[in-house]
């Protein structure tokens, strides 16, 4: 039976905080998220996300077209509401000059156009002019004798209308108005649609199409995952020479599912099989179905599926597919959208005919969470697990990751996966990528092993911190790392340890670091109880120093106590109960009612206490334990205190040459289990330490609780 690795103990010294009681220790060894580097949509790097060369864009031509449509009847009515009698050749007289020409008699003829303007001949030429205009005229009604004075003096009075321009002003202010609204709504729909097609195409495929000439990850790019490789590249060779398999009867698969916690490389493997596969590749995200509009996740899916026919043999890939694909009424938020496109996934996925060489590969961290239809053979036939590599694996990671950067010669790739057991693929990524940009900002030409050392404690514990702490902090902080660094070095079973330091980093006043030496995954007895005492070793330093406990053991008990606790429910280790696996809460995520998440367990009271009791008595054993070892060291107890104040930072030799100078005898370095570094926290102040749940949902090939990454320490 295949189990996962058993999580290492890392502790870490951190300060206390009066102002957040109840928050527990941040998770030590955070999950980097992952890199989104898909593959873009097809060879010519100007094609649009869907798949579609981009169309030039007509919006500046049709904006200077309105413009000068707009300017053009402005100046049309401005020229045509002119006085069109005006001229040159023509006297422009004022009002009272025009009444003195009429007085004169020097006036011929008088023609008047609208209320504006008045324009006619004189009987004798005025400064060389032999016709004439009049301007700003008054109201008629306000000089009713200018006509009956123009007719007396014989003047031929003429009444002409001015030109009508209103038909081009009435159209202009009827029409612009619904231009622009018409060309806004345009506008705003297709930067909604982000280049859809317009507005009736909410349920075309979003997929992006990976061409086969298109340069891609390979399975060279892809290591630590070896079976997943072999599973994968069997669907490949399938795709590219059918007839083999055919020949005995084989039938493609329809569907793999790629199943391992984030950042293990199923994405990568996914890229890969687009690269080796040479046949087109669809990549769609499971979230990228789902719309508020009702239908429009199953229309996505029957466009997806009718484009991968239309190309077959093709390959679909879903990232994330239990977005869609969750299981149906586990709890009230389920909506009718997602359950219409997760309903017409498994149509499809059923429902396509056999000879059409369509194979579905999706990927998911979260198994227990999807529909039991879409796990079912003939949709899902296979499920590759990609977990956590090994030491042999990480060290291959590294070397991809690393093959391009300048390393020193100092640098042992081989040391440096053994010092990072449980870290994913994107874990040793960012670790190679912190490296190089430590090296680079300390002005370095190569990445040193100091780099490395230096990342890593980054990226567990976060940046060093300038914090001057106080002599009595600084000095409870140096016991209470010496005392776990003693106990794992003292008790059997117990991974060796490799560093202790009171170097702040983070919320960490101080980290002791175990490593172990080789790959394990069945854990015994003895190991766990070592493992619950390494835990304690700092509390019980602190009561043989100083008769006394701080709150920097919060984290150490709820640890131990997790531990305890999966001893005796889970894996039959108690004497008093015998080999009774006894169950515990669902999680959220294991796709039971939310109403049942909340149901007590199933055995009675009396189990219970008799459970309590026996937690109890681990706990209690193994704390006397370190307490015991501790008061027969005090002497090397001290000397390693007196060192961590004077120096800051021990490996594992300078702890094993003060061991050999006080007289200690170190336990002898065993086959220890694989696991996670792990950062045993503090208690916050006031607050009582209580162990955490633990969701029915983890499988027994899961660690422990506690060897979930933690800090040992005094919280900030």
Request: glycine share 8%.
């Amino acid at each position: 039976m295949e189990k996962e690795p058993l999580s290492g103990l890392y502790h870490a010294q951190q300060q206390s905080n009066h102002q957040n009681n109840n928050t527990p220790p941040p998770p030590l060894l955070p999950v980097p998220p992952r890199q989104s580097q898909r593959q873009q949509s097809s060879p010519n790097q100007s094609r649009g996300p869907s798949g579609q060369p981009p169309r030039s864009s007509n919006l500046n031509f049709w904006l200077l077209l309105v413009v000068l449509l707009v300017l053009g009847l402005y100046l049309y009515s401005y020229i045509s509401n002119a006085n069109s009698s005006s001229s040159p050749q023509r006297e422009e007289l004022t009002y009272t000059q025009f009444y003195q020409e009429i007085n004169a008699g020097n006036i011929k003829t008088a023609t008047f156009i609208g209320q504006t303007d008045i324009v006619g001949d004189f009987r004798q030429p005025v400064d060389g002019h032999q016709q004439y205009h009049v301007y700003q005229l008054p109201q008629p009604q306000t000089d009713p004798q200018l006509i009956p004075l123009l007719l007396s003096k014989g003047v031929t009075v003429i009444n002409q209308a001015p030109p009508d321009n209103s038909f081009w002003i009435n159209l202009l202010i009827t029409v612009l108005p619904w231009a622009f609204l018409l060309g806004l709504f345009f506008f705003v729909t297709r930067r909604a649609t982000q280049g859809q097609q317009g507005i009736f195409n909410f349920g075309r495929s979003r997929a992006r199409l990976i061409l086969e000439d298109r340069p891609s990850t390979t399975f060279a790019d892809v290591a630590g995952v070896d079976e997943a490789k072999y599973e994968l590249q069997e669907v490949v060779e399938f795709l590219k020479t059918p007839q083999k398999f055919q020949r005995l009867g084989g039938k493609i698969p329809r569907g793999i599912l790629l199943v391992g916690p984030p950042g293990t490389g199923k994405t990568l493997l996914a890229r890969a099989v687009a690269g080796e596969a040479g046949v087109p590749f669809f990549s769609m995200s499971g979230s990228e179905f789902v719309e508020v509009l009702v239908g429009v996740g199953a229309s996505r899916v029957r466009d997806l599926f009718d484009q991968a026919k239309k190309a077959a043999p093709s390959i679909i890939f879903i990232d994330e597919i239990d977005a869609v694909g969750r299981q149906r009424g586990a709890s009230i938020n389920t909506n009718e959208e997602r359950e219409q496109t997760l309903n017409q996934l498994l149509v499809e996925m059923d429902g396509f005919e056999s000879h059409q060489a369509v194979v579905v590969l999706a990927a998911t961290n979260r198994p227990d969470g999807l529909d039991q239809a879409l796990l079912r053979p003939g949709r899902f036939d296979r499920r590759v697990t990609v977990d956590r590599p090994d030491w042999s694996g990480r060290l291959a990671i590294l070397r991809i990751h690393t093959r391009n950067l300048p390393l020193a010669p100092d640098v042992d790739l081989e040391a440096i996966a053994r010092a990072t057991p449980g870290m994913v693929g994107a874990d040793l990524a960012n670790l190679a990528n912190e490296a190089a940009l430590l090296a680079a900002r300390r002005n370095l030409d190569y990445i040193d092993r100091r780099c490395f050392e230096d990342a890593l404690d980054k990226i567990l514990l976060g940046a060093e911190r300038p914090l001057v702490l106080n002599e009595e902090d600084l000095r409870v902080t140096a016991y209470h790392e010496g005392g776990h660094a003693l106990v794992g070095l003292l008790t059997p079973h117990s991974d060796p340890v490799t560093k202790v330091t009171i170097v702040p980093r983070g919320q960490a006043l101080g980290v002791t670091m175990s490593t172990p030496l080789d790959d394990r995954y069945n854990y015994p007895k003895e190991y766990l109880l070592a493992q619950i005492t390494y835990a304690l070793g700092g509390q019980a330093a602190e009561r043989v120093v100083f008769g006394t406990i701080t709150t920097g053991a919060q984290s150490d008990l709820m640890k131990a106590t997790a531990l305890a606790r999966q001893m005796v429910t889970r894996w039959g280790m108690s004497e008093r109960l015998g080999t009774i696996s006894y169950s515990e809460r669902p999680s959220p995520f294991s796709g039971v009612s939310e109403m049942e998440v909340g149901q007590p367990y199933d055995y009675s009271e009396e189990t219970a206490q008799l459970i309590d009791e026996e937690v109890e008595r681990i706990v209690r054993s193994c704390y006397q334990q370190a307490i015991d070892l501790l008061t027969s060291h005090r002497r090397t107890l001290d000397r390693i205190a007196e060192e961590l104040r004077r120096h800051e930072t021990l490996d594992g030799e300078q702890l094993r040459a003060i061991l050999a100078e006080t007289g200690a005898t170190a336990a002898p370095d065993e086959r220890a289990p694989l696991g996670t570094p792990q950062v045993i926290a503090p208690p916050e102040p006031t607050s009582a330490p209580v162990p955490p749940e633990v969701g029915t949902s983890r499988n027994e090939s899961e660690p422990p609780a506690s060897a979930a990454p933690g800090n040992d320490s005094r919280l900030l």
